[in-house]
């Protein structure tokens, strides 16, 4: 027994000298997706899941997707915002058949036209 506690007490106080033990990796999924710009396929081909004992670590799994989910939602969402945009850009003014401009204005206007010829409206 004596012998026992002597070397248990030479362990710890010999031992005080080594370094510090080193930290030991995260049980949490270090979120491999760019974060300075969206998703595309090649991500998402290239994650790798840690697996656990039983498997892929569900809250893991559901957390990828929920981002995965998000950022295909705001993609799909600005994707129709420009969409609408566009369509209502091409309603304007400029877009269409018939002259760019409406009538009066450019090289086909005449004198007494708003494009110039005030010099010939002075009779």
Known sequence: MVVVVAAVTLAVVGGGDSEVLPDVAPEQLVDPLPVSRPVDRADVEAL???VAARGYRMADVDDVLVRLGAELAERDARIAEL?????????GPGFGPG???????GPAAGPGSASGGAEDDRS
Do not use: I, K, V
């Open 83 to 91: 969409e609408e945009a566009l369509t209502g850009a091409g309603d």
């Open 99 to 105: 002259p760019a401009a409406g009538p009066g204005f």
């Open 48 to 50: 790798r899941l840690p």
